[in-house]
């Protein structure tokens, strides 16, 4: 069985801001998943704190350029924050996915977050971010399907969750903790599993 270049590009919850070992961060976990299934894999990191969807064309043409066959895209939290258009936002991540496709990866993207579970969000806004974070997540899921990407998003059971329960969250009350990561990667391992497989096509 060949190995499975596994690429993970995005933000900081690519990158796993708030877990205390790398074992806990999602591409790790996910890694855990497809070796499990009896995948031989190779794990890269591409994502960088603080990226914004304008910054993914460095992490794509890096990943093209090291050779990948499966890439997760995880992005938009830090464009709902920066206003980032939908239609802008979306464009780019487009491109990437098309990129990336065409370099010969099957590409998982998981949607922007919605931001109104963070607790620094004022009750009297939440309405407005949790439609915000919506549509873009929309627009975001429309551009990589087009471009022949795959759709993890993550949906309003897994938001409650954390909604419900401050132990989800890191200490500065924004990214997940340990256990919110294990959470996200439970939401993405069907989709990530279901690319993998042989008749997949990937």
Known sequence: MSTIRFHVLGDSLAVGVGCTSPEQTIGHRLATVLRGDGHRIDLSVHAVSGARSTDLARQVHASAAAGVDLALVVIGANDLTSFTAP????????????????????????TAPDLSIVSHVPPAYRDLVRQASRLYAEAQSDAATRAGGTVAALGPD???????????FSADRFHPSPAGYALIAEALSPCVRLVTRPDSGS
């Open 158 to 168: 897994l938001f409650d969750r954390f909604r419900s329960d401050p132990a989800l």
């Open 87 to 110: 239609a802008v936002g979306a464009r780019l991540v487009q491109d990437a996915v098309a990129h990336l496709v065409g370099a010969g990866a099957a590409v998982v993207v998981a």
